[in-house]
T-cell receptor, first 112, second 114 residues
């Protein structure tokens, strides 16, 4: 089963604009991670935020985590055509027996 | 350093056949996990192995099995293939099992069952 739900399912923006994707989850977590996937190939790790952190930055990426609402957001600033990909949130559940539980993903299209 | 490698890249099988997928983790990584990704969905956890022992299993039928070898490489086996087994199979490696931090994914094996 999949815990996370990304919102929106698809997003289309112009190059230079910011892209925001949201993720909701259901259970207690150790950390939440965001991954990117290009054209149905392997996933690339973007950023990890631990349950006791509220915000984290990495280059053009900004992730927030609200454990009270069980939600996270990924902001990509000044988007580029190369950012076109599917983005997944994945949770490391505190009491789960799986390494990561993924959401269904957001398909981002950045138009040049 | 080489990343996670998987073989084969693509595979076409017919219903009822058996398939073996292979994964080599990053050097020094002792944990290997397998995920199934159906088109349009996120990856779903199948198995995790650490130090050659199964450490976790997802909600998949017994037709799915896996093992890890002394060199930490891994095989995923699927028997009696069904059309619904068509998917991208991803392998991920990491240093340890829980509170892993980052998992490193391979490029995947695209399995098509006809």
């Amino acid at each position: 089963s999949q815990q996370g739900e990304e919102d929106p399912q698809a997003l289309s923006i112009q190059e230079g604009e910011n892209a925001t994707m949201n993720c909701s989850y259901k259970t207690s977590i150790n950390n939440l991670q965001w991954y990117r996937q290009n054209s149905g190939r392997g996933l690339v790790h973007l950023i990890l935020i631990r349950s006791n952190e509220r915000e984290k930055h990495s280059g053009r990426l900004r992730v927030t985590l609200d454990t009270s609402k069980k939600s996270s957001s990924l902001l990509i600033t000044a988007s580029r055509a190369a950012d076109t990909a599917s983005y997944f949130c994945a949770t490391d559940e505190t009491y789960g027996n799986t390494p990561l539980v993924f959401g269904k993903g957001t398909r981002l299209s950045v138009i040049a | 350093d080489a990343g996670v490698t998987q073989s084969p890249t693509h595979l076409i099988k017919t219903r009822g056949q058996h398939v073996t997928l292979r994964c080599s983790p990053i050097s020094g990584h002792k944990s290997v996990s397998w995920y199934q990704q159906v088109l349009g969905q996120g990856p779903q956890f199948i198995f995790q192995y650490y130090e050659k022992e199964e450490r976790g299993r997802g909600n998949f039928p017994d037709r799915f099995s896996a093992r890890q070898f002394p060199n930490y490489s891994s095989e995923l086996n699927v028997n009696a293939l069904l059309l619904g087994d068509s998917a991208l199979y991803l392998c991920a490696s990491s240093l340890v099992t829980r509170e892993l931090g980052e998992q490193f994914f391979g490029p995947g094996t695209r399995l098509t069952v006809l």
